[in-house]
């Protein structure tokens, strides 16, 4: 383990626990209190600064191992996680007169999604704990981040997925060779019995909300974007809200920095829902507890109608003076659209929610037209293209045949 | 232009030609006369070597921009294309018992094949040439990639398909704003009627084998691998082969490496077809020319029945000393499984039979234990998932109960 590590923390009672004295949730506060990671940020201040950075030649996720909850025995034996590229925009500012606009690209990694920086953590831990299986219940990114990850370091993983689950997402655990259990019954049954067999055979557990350590692994995004844009980030990062996981860590990788000395201010966070499964929004605008919200967004990965990391996703917001917004599926097809067409980027439903949530939060005046923006795109496209035909028209069916093929063109217009 | 380039040589009469001369094939020999792009190899390799290259910033096929057919102006408007990572093989190797293996993932670029290095270049040299729109008949990843380029760029893009193109491949063409034109016919009406609409108006001509270019961009791939390696490049080098481009490409990467003095050695290049579509196995086998066969393979991208580049894919094997290979699509299903469970890479079919012809090479002892090897993983996995479910079995079904589930586990010992 990293030893710069001191300790882990409750979200809820604030009761801070030694490394090992815990393995997952706070022993009081049950499966509400999720820890945080705590670092010496006193002595990693003294070295971790621009001109270290600089002469590390990794440029995947590992080049912040040093705020990594791991040891770094098998990084060299991973896939090329994180380094993805940070696009400036070259046509999308313009179109929504905003002064800058950037676009994490986290689609293009290994297994097609940001998950991929949660499941190296999770592989990672599990080795150093002994494990020789990971599990997980899911049929989304986590699940096939997961199955990848395993199979690159060679780790056994059990992936627990409803009947229902498409079988196009299946191909992808299968291919990586995960032990796929589809269970004959809802998405709780499902979990509660790969929550059971995890305890049964004593599996490394990659259920998200309740590992403390997979939100160390997302917060490399921020750590990133910071470092590319020279350690001065946008006003604004946007990204996508399902259980609340992901934009936690975007918010503890900019508060390592700031503990660090390296950027001044945490960039305003802007966390978006589908309005279809909205209750971290609702939670935000009531200022109150949170409500469970049935699941009807066909952005599937941030479809999670009991969020499990609502107090830190909240915290987030809170603390870096952000806002939680919600938009249509519609809003989120156009959107995808958009991001195809003016930059070339293909993204997922969930991760186009973060390009609708922007166009939204502009027409509101919550985010102004002189201030600068970063989205995460969180999703490949490629994982969902039944949405992708959703958001676009048919194409043209013509005769091969020249003269009608020149009219329709000059009718039209469009050479 | 790139000052650095000298000329134009046409590979079947070898008549060079003056840069601006030509702009797509050999007047004299037409569609045959397939150009190669010189370099002025001498004044280059006065300064072009490891130190030159440790100073560059740019992890993009960029990087090798002095190369390359184009001049600088627009190179920070692209995605981030090449610089995918070379992994070293965690278990295929000791599975397959050789010395080493190297994967190249190319489904990693942003539109997920080795592609976007040729469309890269086209769109490009059509803004250099003064071109509003670009176009290609296809379905597969070089119009993908086109239309992604294209979007990222500001340039229109046309794409020609035939009506019998699935609808998945459609909408990645859609999402990036192409105008799709689905023509009612087969392929090579489909093809015609791209060719005529280009005349016509003018459009940039990205269809492949005939532009002189594209190859330059797809050569960034081997000068990756070499660079990655210290310029020790493996033994053998192993890439599918549809209609040639890419492995011409491959093969010019590290010629001019070793003209400049960089690599002592270019590598074996195994060239690997599916049996249900082989021209250039049998070409090679026969030592004849090439003669049209039908396409009979699940391996889309390169199940190509004419090759349009079969002099420069020949040369490539006959100079580097290679060898040309079938397989089965049952062992291209294989291989993917096998890639996927292994190393954590999910690659489309035609990817996966650079793998599938290793084994089969080895077998054969055209490859021997003690040698070194690097693949090419052309394109990802997610293109294509109804083959992926093809090459797998379908998920285990269970009622939602624990002790079935121990007990199922616990008989086939597998925890």
Request: some cysteine; charged content about 20%; aromatic content about 6%.
């Amino acid at each position: 383990m990293n030893p710069y590590i001191t300790g882990l923390k409750c979200t809820k009672c604030h009761q801070i626990y030694k490394i090992n004295e815990v393995k997952t949730t706070c022993p009081h506060c049950q499966d509400e209190g999720i820890l945080d990671v705590l670092y010496d940020y006193k002595t990693l201040k003294e070295f971790f600064n621009k001109p270290y950075l600089d002469t590390l030649q990794d440029k995947t996720m590992f080049r912040y191992k040093l705020l990594l909850p791991i040891d770094d025995t098998h990084i060299s034996e991973m896939l090329s996680i994180g380094g993805t590229p940070l696009y400036s925009s070259n046509h999308l500012h313009h179109l929504l007169k905003i002064k800058q606009l950037y676009i994490k690209d986290d689609g293009q990694n290994p297994s097609g999604s940001l998950k991929d920086r949660a499941s190296a953590i999770a592989v990672l831990r599990a080795i150093e704990e002994g494990h020789h299986t990971v599990s997980c219940s899911s049929t989304g990114n986590a699940a096939s981040s997961l199955a990848a990850q395993a199979a690159r370091i060679g780790l056994k993983s059990y992936i627990f997925v409803p009947k229902r689950a498409p079988v196009g997402k299946l191909s992808q655990l299968l291919i990586y060779g995960a032990h796929v259990i589809s269970v004959d019954g809802d998405y709780n049954e499902t979990y509660h019995l790969s929550k059971l067999a995890i305890e049964h055979f004593g599996w490394y557990n990659r259920n998200a909300a309740i590992n403390p350590y997979l939100v160390e692994g997302k917060k490399t995004v921020a750590l990133e974007i910071a470092e590319q844009l020279h350690f001065n980030p946008t006003d604004w990062v946007i990204v996508s809200v399902g259980d609340g996981c992901t934009i936690a860590g975007v918010y503890k990788g900019f508060y390592d920095l700031k503990q660090l000395g390296l950027i001044s201010k945490i960039p305003k966070l802007l966390g978006v829902q589908s309005d279809g499964c909205n209750p971290l929004v609702k939670a935000f605008e009531s200022n109150q507890s949170l409500k469970p919200v049935e699941e009807n967004s066909l952005a599937d990965s941030i479809s999670v109608g009991v969020p499990r990391n609502p107090i830190k996703a909240l915290y987030a917001i809170k603390h870096s003076e952000g806002f939680m917004i919600d938009v249509s599926d519609e809003k989120i097809l156009e959107a995808m659209t958009l991001m195809g067409k003016h930059e070339g980027i293909f993204s997922e439903p969930a991760a186009a929610a973060a390009l609708a949530g922007l166009i939204k939060a502009i027409d509101l005046k919550i985010i102004k037209h002189d201030q600068s923006v970063t989205i995460i795109n969180t999703g490949n496209g490629l994982k969902d293209p039944k949405n992708a035909q959703l958001a676009t028209k048919p194409p043209l069916l013509m005769k091969p045949d020249l003269n009608e093929l020149i009219k329709h063109i000059e009718q039209k217009g469009d050479q």
